[in-house]
């Protein structure tokens, strides 16, 4: 299972924009606009209300780039172990 490293947190979608463009409600209780990375575009589905792991952009803080998308199961034992504080899942 994917951790968060330095400068990532955990994030819920919150609404499909379309294209490659999400928007997320993040851990720190900011909305981010984020964008699917090339490596995982066309490998992982991201539905609303699921658990993303992001990386927020050093230049412009209200963007991001979704790293990784959790399964139910990777998400609910995030949430059991208390990693999810500002967020319901």
Request: include cysteine; charged fraction near 30%.
């Amino acid at each position: 299972m994917v951790m968060p490293g330095d400068g990532q947190l955990f994030g819920k979608v919150i609404k499909l924009v379309g294209g490659d463009n999400i928007i997320v409600k993040c851990t720190d209780g900011k909305v981010r606009t984020c964008r699917i990375r090339g490596k995982i575009k066309r490998r992982m589905w991201i539905r609303d209300n699921d658990l993303v792991l992001i990386a927020p952009w050093d230049f412009q803080s209200d963007k991001a780039d979704i790293i990784w998308r959790y399964i139910a199961a990777h998400a609910e034992k995030i949430k059991q172990d208390g990693h999810l504080t500002g967020l319901e899942v």
